[in-house]
């Protein structure tokens, strides 16, 4: 007996046909399929997924690194500083949602997480060590390699705040990050994307040879993934 085709909803008979699975889009016609087929009734977020030929058990082909999006992502992140001396007015004055030293660590200490993004002047990380089994495994732990140890902490917390992304692979190699939302202007979200493209690219580690991305596709929450062309 022939199975039965499955039954659509009406949201997948919306979208069905948009988006042709075998072809390669550029990111101009990627990003405009996106729009056409996000048919969900609140303001998807835009996103990107790499699958890299990365092999991240290797210590040379590991990727952690930042991009600056020029239009953000739609989402203002709580920043939180621990600094020393001065240095914590600095981070007040630049637009920190929480700053302190021994205070806020103490703070963090008893359980207390709100904030998106955990910034430390090198001084104070002697201090965050104890903090490494809470905020480790949830990737809110400050790392040089992705910008959160500084004592540059007026650019910092700009950039954070006004739409820097930090990615990593996971353990399969595969890359994920939004660069928007689907009521973006066109341009910008293709802005966003080539900029982040751009910055996987640079982070290509020096232990891969050969072909580095084997599949790019941008999608949107709820809609189909659209297979782009990962070449710059």
């Known amino acids: 007996m022939a199975k039965a085709a499955p039954t659509l909803t009406k949201r997948e008979k919306a979208i069905a046909g948009i988006v042709d699975p075998d072809k390669t889009y550029s990111i101009a016609e990627a990003v405009d399929l996106v729009k056409k087929a996000a048919k969900a009734k609140f303001d998807e977020s835009v996103e990107m997924h ?18 600056v999006l020029p239009h953000g992502t739609g989402k203002t992140k709580i920043v ?14 630049a637009g920190a949602d929480f700053f302190g030293d021994a205070d806020l660590i103490e703070k963090i200490t008893k359980g207390w997480l709100g904030f998106d993004v955990l910034v430390a002047t090198p001084d104070a990380m ?17 790392n040089p390699k992705t910008g959160t140890v500084t004592f540059d902490l007026a650019r910092t917390v700009k950039e954070i705040k006004g739409g820097r992304v930090e ?4 353990a399969t190699g595969n890359v994920h990050v939004i660069v928007g939302k689907v009521s973006f202007e066109k341009k910008q979200l293709e802005e966003n994307a080539q900029t982040f493209l751009e910055a996987l690219w640079k982070a290509k580690p020096s232990g891969v040879k050969g072909v580095y991305m084997r599949r790019a596709t941008l999608c949107s929450t709820m809609g189909p993934g659209v297979r782009i062309n990962s070449n710059l």
């Open 50 to 67: 790499f699958a890299l030929t990365i092999d991240p058990k290797q210590a040379d082909q590991q990727i952690r690194s930042t991009a």
């Open 80 to 93: 939180a500083v621990v600094a020393k001396g001065e240095k914590v007015k600095e981070a007040q004055a």
């Open 126 to 142: 002697k201090d965050m060590a104890k903090l490494g089994k809470t905020l480790g495994p949830k990737g809110l732990m400050p």
């Open 167 to 170: 990615f990593r692979a996971d």
